[in-house]
């Protein structure tokens, strides 16, 4: 059984910074790509950014370049989402997500995603 599990949101002032945690089990990242969305309250969910297989590559929105950074720690099977800087227009739900694609690329879109956390809210306040 695959289980991602999101933590980590808060409220927050501009210009702070969180870091989410996303906990999964049942596979092993070492062999699967993973990926953050974000849904704004009337938006739709959008990619945020993602990890190769590998862990050697990256791709952000170019909204968040420079801001945010995903990492990993293998030992403890978890993915994580910096965000620094952030802005009122950060403020989503969260979400991690996995391609159960074993050794797949990154990919951006929702569909491309097997597995989801559950979610964990971020507010920035201005």
């Known amino acids: 059984q695959v289980r991602l599990v999101d933590s980590g949101g808060g409220l927050v002032q501009a210009g702070d910074s969180l870091r989410l945690s996303c906990v999964v089990s049942g596979r092993t990242l070492s062999y699967y790509a993973t990926g953050w969305f974000r849904q704004a309250p009337g938006k739709e969910r959008e990619f945020v950014g993602g990890m190769s297989w590998t862990g050697r590559s990256t791709y952000y929105r170019d909204s968040v370049k420079g801001r945010f950074t995903i990492s990993r720690d293998l030992a403890q099977n978890t993915v994580y989402l910096q965000m620094d800087s952030l802005k009122p227009e950060d403020t989503a739900i969260y979400y991690c997500?996995?391609?159960?694609?074993?050794?797949?690329?990154?990919?951006?879109?929702?569909?491309?995603?097997?597995?989801w956390g559950q979610g964990t809210q971020v507010t920035v306040s201005s």
């Open positions: 997500a996995l391609r159960d694609v074993r050794h797949g690329t990154i990919e951006t879109g929702i569909g491309d995603y097997n597995y």
